[in-house]
C-alpha cells in the first residue's frame, strides 16, 4: 500500500462525512459548521489546497437544499411580497418604487411592475430582474 492510501485510510474516517451528501437536517448542519470551519482556513484563495474539498461541500449542500428546501416559484408581484415579509417592509418603505397606492395596485394585481421599477427593486434587493417579470 503506497503512503498516501496508507494515509487516506489513516484518516478516512474523519474525512468521509465531508464528502457525503447530507441525509438528514443533522448531517445537512454538520456539514454547514465543517465547511464554515474550512472556509475560515481557506479564505478567498481559489488555489489552496482545500478549496476544492469546499466547493464539493458547498454543492452538496446545494443539492440537499434544492431536494428538502425548493424555493418557491413566485414571479412579479408575488416576490415582491415575499421580499416585503422576508425584510419586515410595508408599502410605506419602498417610496424609490412609489406610492403606497402603486404598491398597493401592484401587490394586489392591478398593475404591473414598470422597468423603472424593476431595476429600482433589483438594486434593492441584489436580485435578477426576471424575478420581478409577471
Known sequence: MTSIVQQAAAHWRFVAPLLRAPESEADCDALVKALDELLELVGDDEDH???S??????DLLEA??????????VRGAEMLRHLMAWHGL???SLPEVGTQSVISEILNGKR???VRQIKVLTQ???LPADLFLE
Open 49 to 51: 489546497s482545500l478549496a
Open 53 to 58: 474539498l469546499a466547493a464539493h461541500m458547498g
Open 64 to 73: 440537499y437544499d434544492e431536494r428538502h428546501r425548493p424555493m418557491p416559484e
Open 90 to 92: 410595508d408599502q410605506s
Open 112 to 114: 404591473r411592475l414598470n
Open 124 to 126: 434593492r434587493f441584489g
